[in-house]
């Protein structure tokens, strides 16, 4: 299959999705339409594509390599080119930088909370779950107040047409949010370069090892980076933290009357509505997946959301339960490419909860059968009935 002519498409949203994914893993673990990636289903597939680099790229597309010079975000980088860049990004974002945000993260929270439980209606998405992340990245990123507005423009505009982006094909909306974030970002790393401050952007711009720092459209790619995974995968998880106590109310004030669970909770929520459905390889040789052979340069696209609903690593994979153990979910990946930011995505989950439990006697989902994702993102709207604590 050529590369530049695969339709990738996002995974099916609804009351079926599930449903589908069972189907899949038990007649059609590995599987594919003319013309599309490799579907894989199951678990064990699932996590041997991930963590086997050696076997399954992550260069996904020759125009995201090549494309007017791009610089590619190490999602999309194989070593040796993607150890350079985690090592230097690592030593930036480190636990203690991501440890020094829970105040402003908690402060966030509680200012959207405050508006969004002082009435009995209101749309999750645009009032709480969308704000927090893109305010929290932005204050890393070193973005000024006045700015935030944009740089959730920017995001918005750019997640949307991800699929587009992913294949080399975005959309003139897309381009034009690109080329305004980068002009905005490289104006501001050409000044850090001559007065360093106090925020993550900063200290990447300066990091250093015995390969040298990071390039100016190395840093941009790390903005793009932190701008789309760190806003998408906490406003889904915020999302899917509702839609459980929508679906289970009485864990709501279970984890009142019992915080300790929260941590638990988040995770079971990662699995049981995983933020991300699915991610991207490229076979690197003829191999075999399931029995199933793939041939080299094959597009395949390990279904996350339907490996973390596996019965066969998941007892009673499809009910939630809040305290499960072990949770080997595969919700942030595996291997050299595992989720940078998960402990910073955890950590504005806890909060996010730990907030509505503060602020709130109950909320639900005005309409139950609201998408868990639109497309790859997160729906642009959440309608949500709340009872403001008393």
């Known amino acids: 299959m050529d590369e530049e002519e695969a339709s990738i498409e996002a995974p099916p949203t609804g009351a079926e999705l599930y449903a589908e994914y069972a189907e899949l893993r038990a007649q059609n673990p590995v599987s594919r339409n003319e013309g599309e990636p490799w579907r894989v289903a199951r678990y064990e597939d699932v996590r041997h594509v991930l963590k086997t680099h050696t076997d399954f790229s992550s260069e996904v597309s020759q125009r995201m390599q090549e494309d007017e010079g791009r610089t590619p975000t190490m999602l999309f980088t194989d070593p040796p080119a993607h150890d350079r860049l985690r090592a230097l990004v690592s030593r930036a974002f480190t636990p203690r930088q991501v440890a020094a945000q829970e105040k402003q993260i908690e402060a966030r929270c509680e200012r959207l909370m405050q508006g969004l439980a002082s009435k009995s209606r209101g749309d999750l998405i645009t009032e709480f779950a969308a704000p ?24 918005d505009t750019i997640f949307t047409n991800i699929g587009e982006i992913l294949i080399g094909t975005p959309s003139e909306a897309a381009v034009q949010a690109g080329g305004e974030m980068s002009a905005y970002f490289l104006e501001r790393i050409g000044r850090l370069r001559e007065r360093p401050g106090i925020h993550l952007l900063s200290d990447l711009v300066y990091v250093e090892t015995e390969e040298g720092r990071l390039t100016d459209g190395e840093l941009l790619m790390f903005c793009f980076l932190l701008l789309i995974a760190g806003n998408e995968t906490t406003t889904s998880l915020i999302v899917g933290t509702v839609r459980v106590f929508h679906e289970q109310p009485d864990l709501f ?5 019992s915080p300790e669970l929260i941590p638990g909770f988040i995770e079971e929520t990662l699995r049981y509505h995983s933020p991300f459905r699915a991610t991207l390889r490229k076979a690197r040789r003829d191999l075999q997946i399931g029995g199933e052979a793939i041939r080299e340069g094959d597009l395949i696209l390990p279904l996350i959301g339907s490996a973390n609903r596996d019965e066969a690593v998941f007892d009673s994979a499809d009910r939630f339960i809040f305290d499960r153990k072990p949770n080997p979910h595969l919700a942030f990946g595996l291997g050299i490419h595992s989720c940078l930011g998960a402990t910073l995505a955890r950590m504005e989950g806890r909060l996010a909860v730990e907030s509505m439990l503060r602020h709130m006697e109950s909320i639900s989902l005005c309409d139950p059968e609201t998408p868990e994702l639109d497309g790859f993102g997160a729906p642009a709207s959440v309608e949500v009935e709340l009872s403001p604590a008393g």
Not at 253 to 257: F, G, I, S, W
């Open 132 to 155: 927090l992340p893109v305010g929290v990245v932005a204050t890393m990123l070193g973005v000024e107040d006045g700015d935030f507005v944009q740089f959730k423009h920017w995001s």
């Open 253 to 257: 004030n279970r984890l009142k009357l």
